[in-house]
C-alpha cells in the first residue's frame, strides 16, 4: 500500500525546535518530489517547502525561509522537516505530500499530518 | 505567500452542476498548471484536478478543470452529498518561487 507517515509534531515553546518526519512506503521514494504543506486549525491549506527527487534542489514559502530546512533520505525513504526559531504562527498540522510522477507540485498522496503547537 | 482568489462558499442541489473559480496572475497561473484538491472534513486533501484538466486514475469524470488566461475553473457535475467538502485551487508561482493555494471555497449541498 502507498502511504506516508508523519511523526514528530508536538507542544514546542516560541523559539524551540521540532524536526518532523514522513516515512514513505508502497513506491519508489527516490523518483518523487516531495512537499510539506500546513493547515493551522479552521484554516485554508499553506504551502511549506518542497524537495525534488534526489535531494539536491529545494524551495521554501517566505514564511518558513531561513528558519525550515527540507531534507530527504532516499536511502531511508523519509522525508524530513527541520523546523527552527519556531513561532505562534507556525503552529498547523503539519502534511508531507507526494508529487505525482513527472510533476513537481501535483500531490496526490498524502500523510494523516502531525499537529504542531508554538505555546509558553 | 500570496493566495488565489476563490470565492469562500458555493452551493446546490444534488444532481446540479457547480462551478468553483480560481483567479491568479501572469507569474502563477498565467504561466503554470493548475491544480485542484478536494478535503472532507477531519481527512488529509486528495487530488481531484492536475495539469489544469487531468483527472487522476479514481476520480469521477464528474469532476473537470479548465483553464483561461490567469484564471481557471472547477466543475461538479451531477453534484451528490458525498461531494460537499472544501476545494482548494494551487499553482506554482514563478515569481515567489513557490506554490501557493487558493484560500478554499466550501461547497455546501442543500
Known amino acids: 500500500e502507498v502511504q506516508l507517515v508523519e511523526s514528530g509534531g508536538g507542544l514546542v515553546q516560541p523559539g524551540g525546535s521540532l524536526r518532523l518526519s514522513c516515512a514513505a512506503s508502497?513506491?519508489?521514494?527516490?523518483?518523487?518530489?516531495m512537499h510539506w504543506v500546513r493547515q493551522a486549525p479552521g484554516k485554508g491549506l499553506v504551502w511549506v517547502s518542497r524537495?525534488?527527487?534526489?535531494?539536491?534542489?529545494?524551495n521554501y514559502a517566505d514564511s518558513v525561509k531561513g528558519r525550515f530546512t527540507i531534507s530527504k533520505d532516499n536511502a531511508e525513504n523519509t522525508l524530513f522537516l527541520q523546523m527552527n526559531s519556531l513561532r505562534a504562527e507556525d503552529a498547523a498540522v503539519y502534511y508531507c505530500?507526494?508529487?505525482?510522477?513527472?510533476?513537481?507540485?501535483?500531490?496526490?498522496?498524502w500523510g494523516q499530518g502531525t499537529m504542531v503547537t508554538v505555546s509558553p | 505567500q500570496s493566495v488565489l482568489a476563490q470565492p469562500p462558499s458555493a452551493s446546490g442541489t444534488p444532481g446540479q452542476r457547480v462551478s468553483i473559480s480560481c483567479s491568479g496572475s501572469?507569474?502563477?497561473?498565467?504561466?503554470?498548471?493548475v491544480i485542484w484538491y478536494q478535503q472532507l472534513p477531519g481527512t488529509a486533501p486528495k487530488l481531484l484536478i492536475y495539469?489544469?484538466?487531468q483527472r487522476p486514475s479514481g476520480v469521477p469524470d464528474r469532476f473537470s478543470g479548465s483553464k483561461s488566461g490567469t484564471s481557471a475553473s472547477l466543475a461538479i457535475s451531477g453534484l451528490q452529498s458525498e461531494d460537499e467538502a472544501d476545494y482548494y485551487c494551487?499553482?506554482?508561482?514563478?515569481?515567489?518561487?513557490?506554490?501557493?493555494f487558493g484560500g478554499g471555497t466550501k461547497l455546501t449541498v442543500l
Open positions: 505530500a507526494r508529487a505525482v510522477l513527472s510533476t513537481r507540485n501535483s500531490l496526490d498522496i
Open positions: 508502497g513506491f519508489t521514494f527516490s523518483s518523487h518530489w
Open positions: 524537495i525534488n527527487s534526489d535531494g539536491s534542489s529545494t
Open positions: 501572469s507569474s502563477n497561473i498565467g504561466s503554470n498548471t
Open positions: 495539469r489544469s484538466s
Open positions: 494551487a499553482a506554482w508561482d514563478d515569481s515567489l518561487s513557490g506554490v501557493i
